[in-house]
């Protein structure tokens, strides 16, 4: 009973910038962690990075976004953030929101949103 809905993929040229937002709504009251996976044609879905509770939430990335990518989470808003910079074509993708709430047995996906990153 949470749904989360992703924005702000499109088309960006080698070295842009794009930001991704997921909004997450239903009956929260506790966020434990909410990240970004992304999926290319062909390719199995692979995380990119997450923000997990604990103050005010640690992150983690893939290696291959690191120093690139930035999560960020607004709790009052029940919304994460992925700032991508410097993007590469390896990164076009369907990238899908996922998040973990309290209270909850399963995690929740989003339907994802496209990101082409042209040459």
């Known amino acids: 009973q949470v749904h989360l809905v992703e924005s702000g993929g499109g088309l960006v040229q080698t070295g842009g910038s794009l930001r991704l937002s997921c909004a997450a709504s239903?009956?929260?009251?506790?966020?434990?962690?909410m990240g970004w996976y992304r999926q290319a044609p062909g390719k199995q879905r692979e995380l990119v990075a997450v923000?997990?509770?604990?103050?005010?939430?640690?992150?983690n990335y893939a290696d291959s976004v690191k120093g690139r990518f930035t999560i960020s989470r607004v709790n009052a808003k029940n919304t994460v953030y992925l700032e991508m910079n410097r993007l590469k074509p390896e990164d076009t993708a369907v990238y899908y929101c996922?998040?973990?709430?309290?209270?909850?047995?399963?995690?929740?996906w989003g339907k994802g949103t496209l990101v082409t990153v042209s040459s």
């Open positions: 996922n998040g973990e709430f309290g209270g909850y047995g399963t995690d929740y």
């Open positions: 239903g009956i929260i009251f506790r966020i434990n962690a």
């Open positions: 923000i997990t509770s604990g103050g005010g939430g640690s992150t």
